[in-house]
Nanobody, 125 residues
Framework: VQLVESGGGLVQAGGSLRLSCAAS????????VGWFRQAPGKGREGVSC????????YYTDSVKGRFTISRDNSKNALYLQMNSLPLEDSAVYYC???????????????????WGTGTPVTVST
């Protein structure tokens, strides 16, 4: 099983980045997939997840309206379009595959089986 993230890098505050995740070694369309991040000195945070069945997206509150998650099952790929990036979005971003679902009100829960090694995103002034 492999999940390989790409697209991270250095971006100015207010800018945009598009992260990609290439999956292999498992049946991609049988898993919900998502993006998670960990900033220095902080715990891992769920950023966004998209379900396996109906492709329903979920987002943590701080990224709603700025980030868009999408998946292409024909390419075994997951994406995260990130816009209007503030400094606090700096972190290592990981893609993962497993299970996720949503609570009323839009937050989501997850239990992921496979993880990538991460791609760093640094937002600068």
């Amino acid at each position: 099983v492999q999940l390989v993230e790409s697209g991270g890098g250095l971006v100015q505050a207010g800018g945009s980045l598009r992260l990609s995740c290439a999956a292999s070694g498992f049946t991609f369309d049988e898993y919900s997939v998502g993006w998670f991040r960990q900033a220095p000195g902080k715990g891992r945070e769920g950023v966004s997840c998209i379900t396996k069945n109906d492709g329903r997206p979920y987002y943590t509150d701080s990224v709603k309206g700025r980030f868009t998650i999408s998946r292409d099952n024909s390419k075994n790929a997951l994406y995260l379009q990130m816009n209007s990036l503030p400094l606090e979005d700096s972190a290592v971003y990981y893609c993962a595959a497993g299970f996720c679902g949503g609570h009323p009100g839009g937050t989501f829960y997850y239990a992921m089986d496979y993880w990538g090694t991460g791609t760093p995103v640094t937002v600068s002034t």
